[in-house]
């Protein structure tokens, strides 16, 4: 998505910190989404941010918003096989329901 | 229980050909949408349709056309295959409010044009 920028790939080792970053341009954006899409699968919502929050965490996902610099970072602690997968992040405008999806990244973790 | 389910989730068809994928949403949501994501993983917006209104994004060509037989179903019709449309197609729905309630994503129906 034009408007909405992930880097490509990410790749980490078992058991440490994942980061996974994504910037977009509209200031209108009211909530943020990270969705997680694994092999032939669809899109799992694993967490949102609404735009008047810095931060969320929810277990090992930590959800950083810097409004400012529009810019939105999930981090994943303590990553896992089982984490390997694309991360879409997504914005929801003012005007109506519809979502902005960025690139996604793709998140390898080696043991 | 599957809360949003997409048929079929395979598709596979020769170009010129008419074809239609079904997308059902079991949560009682108010709007449906459809997504497209190209073989490089980006997903763009198709449709977004509630009893009010339809919301067409404006790239989509005019091959591509929602039809709504109630408000738990979405399908999408699309006549005229051309090899560029080979790709996942996405249905999700989600509740008009409040306004922080997510979308629901389908499986997916992936669609090769021959």
């Known amino acids: 998505g034009e408007d909405v920028e992930q880097s490509l790939f990410l790749s980490v080792r078992e058991g440490d910190s994942s980061v996974i970053n994504c910037t977009y341009t509209?200031?209108?954006?009211?909530?943020l989404y990270w969705y997680k899409q694994e092999p032939g699968a669809g899109l799992q919502l694993l967490t949102y941010?609404?735009?008047?929050?810095d931060m969320k965490q929810d277990q090992r996902l930590t959800v950083l918003l810097n409004k400012k610099d529009k810019h939105l970072s999930l981090r994943i602690a303590d990553t896992q096989t089982g984490d390997s997968a694309i991360y879409f992040c997504a914005e929801r405008r003012n005007a109506g329901n519809m979502l902005t999806f960025g690139g996604g990244t793709r998140l390898m973790v080696k043991p | 229980d599957t809360a949003v389910s997409q048929t079929p989730k395979y598709l596979v068809t020769q170009m010129g050909n008419d074809k239609s994928i079904k997308c059902e949403q079991n949560?009682?949501?108010?709007?449906m949408y459809w997504y497209k994501q190209d073989s490089k993983k980006f997903l763009k917006i198709m449709f977004s349709y509630n009893n009010k209104e339809l919301i067409i994004n404006e790239t989509v060509p005019n091959r591509f056309s929602p039809k709504s037989p109630d408000k738990a179903h979405l399908n999408l019709h699309i006549n005229s295959l051309e090899l560029g449309d080979s790709a996942v197609y996405f249905c999700?729905?989600?509740?008009?409010?409040?306004?922080?309630?997510?979308?629901?994503f389908g499986d997916g129906t992936r669609l090769s044009i021959l």
């Open positions: 949560l009682g949501h108010d709007t």
């Open positions: 509209d200031s209108s954006s009211t909530y």
């Open positions: 941010i609404f735009s008047n929050m």
């Open positions: 999700a729905s989600s509740p008009d409010l409040p306004g922080n309630q997510p979308q629901h």
